[in-house]
């Protein structure tokens, strides 16, 4: 079992930054993926960054050149430093997790908010 925290959310001015931090605890030697997706209401769940099973980085396109994912390297925690906030970036934000037997692990979510 993993159990995934978060932290770092917010309420920010467009052009502002944020930095969020998951940290893994449980058996997290036998995850193979770890990143971040968001969720507005009323839409599905999406990807923000990913570092994937073959430790290449997966971002979004929305994202790409203003979002940075990074590990310690122990792997663990993993950071997805937002710069350049715009509003539609307001959403609830979600550490993911995946085991090499393709289980998904997902911590409780973090509200990042933009104003304009």
């Known amino acids: 079992q993993v159990h995934l925290v978060e932290s770092g959310g917010g309420l920010v001015q467009a052009g502002g930054s944020l930095t969020l931090s998951c940290t893994a605890s449980g058996t997290i030697d036998r995850l193979v993926a770890m990143g971040w997706y968001r969720q507005v209401p009323g839409k599905e769940r999406e990807l923000v960054a990913m570092?994937?099973?073959?430790?290449?980085?997966n971002y979004a396109d929305s994202v790409k050149g203003r979002f940075t994912i990074s590990r310690d390297y122990a792997k663990n925690p993993v950071y997805l430093q937002m710069r350049n906030l715009k509003p539609e970036d307001t959403a609830v934000y979600y550490c993911?997790?995946?085991?090499?037997?393709?289980?998904?692990?997902w911590g409780q979510g973090t509200q990042v908010t933009v104003s304009s």
């Open positions: 570092f994937t099973r073959g430790g290449s980085i």
């Open positions: 993911n997790a995946r085991s090499e037997t393709n289980v998904d692990y």
